[in-house]
């Protein structure tokens, strides 16, 4: 059997019927960019995240920059982050010239809330919660310390669309939070897309003036904006998705129950979620000390895997002139040397899960 670690075209056959419907409806409507899909979209999208505004934009590394960008931080300000990131998280911040400053992750791969503290200085002005491969982040402490310390808060939900903590959607703790509809995500779109939700309405304004070059009127420009505007096509098929992404996220829900329950190998740590949090699933991540081993074991097993991530930001080339050295986050590092995402996808059959558990467990 050959097993793919992700299977998108799963996702596009459950509701073909639908998606091509709403793909043709669009094309023959004759209008493209910021049309009546985006703004349902928006409207829609807000209602499911229980947050007030939604702009949508060209990717979630645009909701991020966008979103500091807006906040007024830049140059000679920090931002605290988790270690153990997608490097478009780092990214965000750093476009803008401001300086990440890395916190360690939990057991539960989000940022040590415990951590965070120590990290803070005068020149500190947001924390960017990450809640990464699905699991919220244990947001009680950071909207804490947020108001402690008259932080901003910055939530990136490219990988949460859906899940809570104590009871509240992701996306909706903080000013922003920032989503990718990037086609392997939980909310997937046909090719890049993204969209902010916002508290204030005029923040919200403010996105919508800057994705369209600073306009709002036609070729008046009030600022010096960027193009990032979510396109007719992607809005329309992602408003064909959003009604059944409760159903999706319960289905890789069911696949990861299954997993930790039949998984009995000791050589592999199994993910776990925070008390009050829920997990969307957007990757099922499990550690082994012998983890390249294990990559190739499967590999010749048929199974795919992918690595979330090999390279930590603070370690990577892009960021050479951060100064960091290896050793500086021995968690975040070890983590990136053991953890392992096994293939999980919506509309995996149970022989294929199957497969996967036995190979798991006679490795
Ligand atoms: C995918 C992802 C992003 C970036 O989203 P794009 O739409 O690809 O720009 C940012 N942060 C995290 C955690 C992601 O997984």
Known sequence: MKIMPNRMDRGFEKYQ?????KAVEVLRSGWYVLGKEVSSFE???????EGNYCVGLASGLDALWIAFRLLGIDQGDEVIVQGNTYIASVMGIT?????????EPDAYYGIDADKIEEKITPRTKAILVVHLYGVASRMDKIVALCEKYNLRLVEDCAQSHGARFNGQMTGTFGDVGCFSFY???????????GAVVVKD?????????????????????????ANSRLDELQAGLLRVRLPHLDELNREK???????????NNPKLILPKIPKGATCVWHQYVLRCDERDRLIQYLEEKGIGTIIHY?????LSEAYAYLGHREGFLPITEEYAKTV??????????QEEQDYVIKALNEF
């Open 43 to 49: 409207e829609e999208f807000a209602s499911y995240i």
């Open 95 to 103: 476009m803008n010239g401001a300086t990440p400053v890395f916190v």
């Open 183 to 193: 086609p392997s995500k939980n909310l997937g779109a046909f090719g890049d897309a």
């Open 201 to 225: 309405k005029k923040l919200a304004d403010k996105f919508k003036v800057f994705r369209n070059y600073g306009s709002e009127k036609r070729y008046y420009n009030k600022v010096v904006g």
């Open 253 to 263: 829900e069911a696949i990861a129950n299954r997993y930790t329950e039949k998984l």
């Open 17 to 21: 019927e639908e998606f091509e419907k």
């Open 340 to 349: 392992l995402s096994i293939p999980m996808y919506n509309g995996m059959t």
């Open 310 to 314: 090999p390279i930590p930001p603070h």
